[in-house]
C-alpha cells in the first residue's frame, strides 16, 4: 500500500497537525527520503514526537517504515536504466538466503511446542502481513494462532494468559514505545514471548524470551534511492515453519 493510500485509510485519526505534517511530506517526497526527523519537524514547527505520532497513526512502526516506503515509491517511479534488475535481484536472494541460514529456530520451536495458545502482535502494516503469513502456514501444524489488534486487546489478554501462553510479537525497530511496553509488561509477568525484529540489538529482543531478527538489504532502485527489502522477513517466516514442521515430527517420532 503507498503511503497516500495508508493516510487516506487513517484519515479519520489525524488532527490539523498532522496533515501540515502530511502535505509538507506529499510535497517533498524525494527531500524526505534523506533528511531526518528532526529536519521535518523543524520545517513543520512540531515536536519529533508528533512525528513519530502521525506515523504511528497510518499503521507504521516509526519515521523509519515511513522513509522506506517513500523510497520504494520513488524507485517504482524512476529506475535508473543502468542498473541491472535482474543482477541485483538475484545478489538480493542470495544475501537473503545467506542471512536466514544464520538462524537457528531450535528454542523458538520448543517454545511453540509446549505452549497451550500462541498469540501474536504485530506494529505495523508490513508486520500484519508478516503475521497473516505466519497464521497461514502454522494452521497445517495445527497451531492456531490468535492475532491482537490494539492496545486495549492487548491489556484484556494480558488479564487471561499464563506462563503456558506464548506471545510472538512482530516489529521492525524493536523500539516503538508501546511495543517495548507490551514487551515490560510479558516480561514482569513471565509470560514467555518471542521477538521477531530487523535488527538483533534492540529493547524489545532484550526483554524477549527467544528473538528472531533479520538484518535489512538494500536493493537499488535508481541512482540516488534505494529501498530496503522486506523479502527475508516472509522468508525467516517460511523457513521456521519448515524447521517447526520438522521439530513437531521428531517429537511425535519420540512419543510413538
Known amino acids: 500500500m503507498k503511503l497516500d493510500e ?13 496533515l501540515i505534517i502530511w502535505r509538507y511530506i506529499y510535497k517533498n517526497k524525494k527531500k524526505c527520503c534523506h533528511i531526518s526527523i528532526y529536519d521535518i519537524a523543524r520545517e513543520c ?6 512525528i513519530l505520532r502521525f506515523a504511528k497513526k497510518i499503521s507504521l512502526d516509526g519515521f523509519s ?8 515509491e520513488l524507485g517504482q517511479d524512476d529506475i535508473s536504466p543502468s542498473i541491472d534488475i535482474a543482477e541485483a535481484a538475484v545478489d538480493l536472494c542470495k544475501k537473503v538466503g545467506e542471512e536466514v541460514a544464520k ?14 495458545r500462541v498469540f501474536i502482535y504485530s506494529s505495523g502494516y508490513v508486520q500484519e502481513n508478516v503475521a497473516n503469513e505466519m497464521k497461514r502456514l502454522f494452521i497445517s501444524c495445527n497451531i492456531l ?31 516503538s514505545l508501546h511495543v517495548v511496553d507490551f514487551g515490560n509488561q510479558l516480561h514482569m509477568n513471565g509470560i514467555p514471548f518471542i521477538s521477531l525484529t530487523r535488527l538483533k540489538s534492540n529493547t ?32 525467516v517466516v517460511e523457513v521456521w515453519y519448515i524447521s517447526y514442521s520438522r521439530y513437531l515430527t521428531e517429537q511425535l517420532q519420540d512419543n510413538c
Not at 6 to 15: A, D, E, F, I, P
Not at 148 to 158: A, C, H, T, V, W
Not at 216 to 234: C, Q, R
Open 45 to 50: 514547527n512540531v515536536s519529533r514526537t508528533t
Open 65 to 72: 517504515d515511513l522513509k522506506m516506503i517513500l523510497k520504494m
Open 145 to 175: 494462532i490468535y492475532e491482537i489488534k490494539g492496545i486495549d486487546e492487548f491489556q484484556r489478554i494480558l488479564k487471561n494468559i499464563d506462563q503456558t501462553d506464548l506471545f510472538i510479537i512482530i516489529s521492525l525497530s524493536g523500539e
Open 103 to 116: 538462524q537457528d529456530f531450535n528454542r523458538a520451536n520448543k517454545l511453540i511446542y509446549k505452549a497451550t
Open 6 to 18: 495508508l493516510v487516506s485509510h487513517n484519515l479519520r485519526k489525524l488532527n490539523p497537525t498532522d
Open 204 to 235: 524489545l529482543a532484550s526483554l524477549s524470551t527467544e528473538h528472531i531478527y533479520i538484518t535489512p538489504i538494500a536493493m537499488p532502485t535508481a541512482v540516488d534511492t534505494a529501498y530496503e527489502s522486506m523479502l527475508m522477513f516472509f522468508l
